[in-house]
């Protein structure tokens, strides 16, 4: 016989909400070890041509815009906090200061979306991503250096960027030098291009799942904001909360990989 009792939020195949509050978080755990596995064989991939490449791949990090990525990290590591008072204002049944965390925590969100928008822009306005645009780039820079002198280019190379050749400051410039000049060791075009499919690979995924996230977020405000969850359905906006905190995680391994490898560089 049905309790007459039972919340109207208990699915009619639980006993009671401790039960259903405990499958959900299950559930939710055993999709986030999928996840795991999945960013861990890119991870596992990436740590392995770093290890094989390493000059080339600190150069190619070097290039990265590092500013943005900071800026980027301060949005998640807020959004995280934003979304874990969610789920006190959840528990403690305080309506509106669950959608406003809620809000903050997609429009956070969204900013970090902004930022990567304009940071791919930039990208692939100076032809810094793999293949075609790469190879026509980095070939022109060639082109343009090969008349100088191997001294010369040393020369161009050591200076500041203030008083170096104009185009001593473009990615493909800087490699082209660095070849002509023979500093420290030849750098292979094609492997810097491996770092940055890992590059786009890794932050394009992120990127998908930080959408996905946004959505379920944004679906926690509508049943906010209809009274679809109540105090006792918390874990609601908890097994979100767990996706957000996971992709969160994610950007903080990818920061150093992809944008400090390099910082030694002073590029």
Not at 162 to 171: R, V
Request: one cysteine or more.
């Amino acid at each position: 016989m049905a309790n007459a009792h039972a919340s109207p939020v208990l699915k009619h195949h639980f006993e009671d909400l401790g039960q259903q509050h405990a499958c959900e978080r299950l559930g939710m755990w055993m999709f986030l070890a999928t996840e795991i596995l999945f960013f861990g064989g890119l991870f596992a991939a990436y740590t392995i041509y770093r290890m094989l490449y390493p000059h080339e791949f600190e150069i190619a990090s070097s290039f990265m815009d590092r500013k943005i990525a900071t800026v980027n990290t301060v949005f998640l590591i807020t959004s995280s906090l934003t979304m874990t008072l969610a789920i006190r204002c959840a528990k403690l049944g305080d309506r509106a200061g669950l959608i406003r965390n809620l809000i903050l925590t997609v429009a956070l969100g969204t900013a970090f979306m902004v930022m990567k928008g304009f940071e791919y822009a930039h990208e692939f306005h100076e032809n810094l991503a793999p293949g075609k645009l790469f190879r026509a780039e980095y070939a022109k820079a060639t082109e343009s250096v090969a008349k100088l002198s191997p001294a010369a280019a040393a020369e161009y190379f050591k200076a500041d960027a203030a008083s170096a050749h104009p185009a001593h400051a473009h990615w493909a410039a800087e490699l082209a030098l660095k070849n002509k000049a023979g500093a420290d060791e030849v750098v292979d075009s094609g492997k810097v291009q491996m770092f940055l499919c890992f590059y786009f690979v890794m932050t394009g995924i992120h990127g998908i799942h930080i959408i996905v996230g946004l959505g379920c977020i944004l679906w926690l405000v509508y049943e906010a904001a209809t009274g679809g969850i109540p105090p006792e359905n918390y874990s609601t906006v908890e097994v979100v909360s767990l996706y957000w905190h996971l992709v969160d995680a994610i950007w903080l391994f990818l920061m150093p990989l992809l944008y400090l490898a390099g910082a030694g560089m002073g590029h």
